[in-house]
């Protein structure tokens, strides 16, 4: 049973992704949102490959991105990016379902930090991405 403060979490992400053209493009589909939690999935499509052959960094970072931003903001405050970092452990090809759960280490009075994984359908750990926000006092929904 969802809390008041999960309902939340999820209202703001639905109005967050009825807004972002770019995770729409993805394909990005929100599995699961918790106050300072989003877990969401991206199937790999042609047009995201590099010249080597195999997905694109950015697409990868580009997912964990997004994961970051539904569980930074979800307690409708609206917090930016003021540091990303991802480490790349295995290629990603195409046809790949990709799952990027973010979840939340540190939430402070200004900053919080989060944990993204991204795995694969073959559940094999393909990249680790560090976020860090700031938050503003701003608000993304009216409640």
């Known amino acids: 049973m969802s809390n008041d403060k999960d309902q939340l979490a999820n209202s703001v992400v639905a109005h967050m992704m009825e807004h972002d053209l770019f995770s729409q493009w993805l394909g990005i589909e929100v599995l699961e949102v918790k106050e300072g939690y989003s877990k ?12 080597f052959g195999i997905v694109h960094g950015g697409i990868a970072f580009s997912l964990a991105d997004s994961a970051f931003a539904f569980a930074c903001n979800n307690r409708n405050e609206l917090s930016v990016a003021l540091d990303t970092s991802i480490n790349f452990l295995k290629p990603v090809h195409v046809d790949d379902l990709l799952i990027a759960e ?3 280490l540190h ?24 976020g860090l926000c700031y938050r503003t006092d701003k608000k993304l929904i009216s409640i």
């Open 40 to 51: 969401i999935k991206m199937t790999v499509r042609k047009e995201m490959i590099n010249g």
């Open 102 to 104: 973010a979840k939340e």
């Open 107 to 130: 939430n402070g009075k200004s900053t919080g930090l989060y944990h993204i994984t991204i795995t694969n359908q073959k559940e094999h750990l393909i990249a680790q991405f560090k």
